[in-house]
């Protein structure tokens, strides 16, 4: 049996923040997203008429993932303008700890043309799947949480994960 090259991966682009139009005015009407797995193959929202500076679309977005994609694309238009983008690592819903059709919300800032923020996307993405492949290999019970460091002492499961934070 061939191995397949791709994974369908279901995005839900929920809503926009503080959306700018040369880092100076809100925006204020016609803003629409696209996301972009590789650069033959991307999808996009309907157009928010009028959402200004805080769309919201809640549109779901099913596509191709290839298998060999390190990051999926997320740019905010205003009519033809590019407002942001932001790059989301796949590894942030995919893989590891994480089976196949776990619904993983995210925030990512958005930056423009300049590198400047400008903004921020929320969206959800679920890999699709059957089961777990998607779990690491030690996976083999039902998924319920990142095992802690030594479970004999701390009977108990991580439920976050630490990160840096600068000011």
């Known amino acids: ?41 991307s999808r996009s929202t309907g157009v928010d008429p009028d959402g200004g500076s805080y769309p919201a679309w ?11 994609a390190r990051f999926i694309t997320v740019e905010a238009h205003s009519g033809t303008r590019v407002i942001g983008v932001a790059n989301i690592p796949v590894s942030d819903f995919s893989g590891g700890y994480l089976p196949d059709n776990y619904l993983s919300f995210l925030s990512y800032r958005l930056r423009d043309s300049n590198g400047e923020k400008n903004g921020i996307i929320n969206l959800s993405v679920k890999v699709k799947g059957s089961g777990n492949t ?9 998924w319920m949480g990142v095992p802690a460091a030594d479970a004999k002492v701390s009977d108990g499961i991580v439920t976050g994960i630490p990160v840096s934070y600068r000011y």
């Open 1 to 41: 049996m061939e191995k397949p090259s791709s994974k369908e991966i279901e995005v839900t682009v929920i809503s926009g923040e503080g959306l700018l139009l040369r880092r100076r005015r809100p925006v204020k009407k016609n803003v629409s997203v696209t996301v972009r797995t590789d650069p033959f193959n």
């Open 134 to 142: 998607g779990c690491a290999a030690s996976c083999s019970r039902p």
């Open 58 to 68: 809640n549109e779901k977005l099913v596509m191709e993932l290839p298998l060999h």
